[in-house]
């Protein structure tokens, strides 16, 4: 919400201190543009990103993140350290 809040960045604050400006002046056109932000890195992370990061959605996760006992390998905490035992 750096764009919608009077105090969430310097300029912010000097505007929203003349009393020219209300708190609605401030977070309609902030909301449209976290909005905006949000699809644009979307539609980047999932045309260009691809691309550049080298993602292949079809083959699922890597090893790292599976989930459930889809490998023989388990972790036990020793010493206070999670281990990865197997």
Known sequence: LAFALPVATPPN???YATE????DDMIKPGLILNVLGVIVLTGFFFTSGVALFDIDFDAGLPDFASIGNETSQSCEVIDGVPTIIG
């Open 13 to 15: 604050s000097v505007v």
């Open 20 to 23: 020219r400006l209300e708190f």
